[in-house]
Antibody, heavy 118, light 104 residues
């Protein structure tokens, strides 16, 4: 079955860290770019981070650059998002998404709620 | 580049034709996608490169436009089509703020 399953969300205090993971199945994972996209309550989606198929290139949104780091393990068909120095504005549902030609998102996970609150 | 979607809310009945708009602040050629998001679900890719339907998307969904003005058309609304719709441009992977398609 072609799918993405995220894990690692939860409640965290401001300034702390959290690591999200996403496990892929049912498609040749190592040939696809991957992304993290988040959606704050009542808002539209916001792209967060990109990683190339071989993991050599990563890009992040200005809002998270220097705090969030995306990585991947093609042997385990996983991507990760290491989130440091979390702020209340980072509260959102975080989706793992597969890149369609690197430009769009054609497969999404079910989403993980991350709540940053004291 | 900023994407402006209109209207914010569209109230129609099953069987009606829906026309949703997305306007870019500068020329983005055909580099635009449309997504549907049902309540509590992840977005789903409907249209990419302005007019190409994604795999498994019904023929009642069509996209058109280029440059700065784009349209998503749903030819005859089914009950499951009432949802949120977002446009997204390729550069910086930016999304619009969405159109809510609700039952009249």
């Amino acid at each position: 079955q072609v799918r993405l399953v995220e894990s690692g969300g939860g409640v965290v205090q401001p300034g702390r860290s959290l690591r999200l993971s996403c496990t892929a199945s049912g498609f040749p994972f190592s040939t696809y770019t991957m992304h993290w996209v988040r959606q704050a309550p009542g808002k539209g989606p916001e792209w967060v981070s990109f990683i190339s198929s071989d993991g050599r290139d990563t890009y992040s949104a200005d809002s998270v650059r220097a705090r969030f780091t995306m990585s991947r393990d093609n042997s385990r068909q996983k991507v990760h998002l290491q989130m440091n120095s979390l702020k209340s504005d980072d509260t959102a549902v975080y989706f793992c998404a597969r890149g369609h030609g690197g430009y769009y998102f054609d497969l999404w996970g079910q989403g993980l709620l991350v709540t940053v609150s004291s | 580049i900023v994407l402006a979607q209109s209207p914010a809310t569209l109230s129609l009945s099953p069987g009606d034709r829906a026309t949703l708009s997305c306007r870019a602040s500068q020329n983005i050629k055909n580099q635009l996608a449309w997504y549907q998001q049902r309540l509590g679900q992840a977005p789903r890719l409907l249209i990419y490169d302005a007019s190409s339907r994604a795999t498994g998307i019904p023929a009642r969904f069509s996209g058109s436009g280029s440059g700065t003005d784009f349209t998503l058309t749903i030819s005859s609304l089914e009950p499951e089509d009432f949802a949120l719709y977002y446009c997204q441009q390729r550069d910086n992977w930016l999304f619009g703020h969405g159109t809510k398609l609700e039952i009249k």
